[in-house]
């Protein structure tokens, strides 16, 4: 897998032909007053943007994927713009250069997750809990593996595409040996989840 400051050194020819899946770690973060963490989101997807145009001198990006997303087109772009609004920049301006934006959920699928996900946060016993748990994992390994056929069969040889996708979510994927994976972390990921983390300690 390589890491991007390797790519500099590495032949366009050494990755000609090849399905290219640059991944950048989703953010789930409310907008909210808290000037610090915003500019911290800002930068962090500024810095994803500028990595993965470095990355793009191996091949334009043709194709999003986005999580929680099952529609596409202009109606997906609007439900980014609407839920996700510090990544809506990165996604204008790759849709400005010809890049399409592709839904990776499965309605169902994503649904029973989120429902199971929710029971979770209220449930108080732990037998429940555990029995619980089991229908969100069993809904979380078909929501992978759903994600994971949608990228397979939607990226072509020679295209370069994004993924954004929660970094402990992206490791299950068990993606084929002919799609090459980069991994685009920006600086500022572990200082988002540090303020995050801290916030929460604190309150």
Request: aromatic residues 10%; hydrophobic residues 40%.
């Amino acid at each position: 897998m390589p890491e991007l400051g390797k790519i500099q050194r590495l032949s366009v020819d050494d990755f000609k032909g090849k399905k290219r899946l640059f991944c950048i770690p989703n953010l789930f973060v409310p907008q909210e007053e808290d000037e610090k963490l915003v500019n911290l989101v800002e930068k962090y997807w500024n810095e994803a943007l500028s990595h993965v145009e470095k990355l793009e001198k191996l091949g334009y990006v043709t194709k999003i994927f986005v999580e929680t997303i099952f529609i596409e087109g202009q109606n997906a772009v609007d439900v980014i713009r609407e839920t996700n609004p510090y990544l809506y920049p990165l996604i204008e301006k790759k849709l400005s250069q010809g890049a399409v934006v592709i839904g990776i959920e499965d309605p169902e699928i994503f649904g029973e997750f989120i429902d199971w996900g929710n029971c979770l946060r209220v449930v108080k016993t732990a037998s429940v809990m555990q029995k619980i748990f089991e229908y969100f994992n069993n809904a979380n390994q078909r929501r992978i593996g759903y994600i994971k056929d949608k990228i397979i069969s939607s990226l072509q040889e020679g295209e370069s595409a994004i993924l954004i996708l929660t970094d402990n979510e992206r490791v299950k994927l068990d993606l084929p040996q002919d799609v090459e994976v980069f991994l685009v972390v920006p600086s500022t990921y572990d200082d988002i989840l540090k303020y995050l983390r801290d916030k929460f300690i604190s309150q």
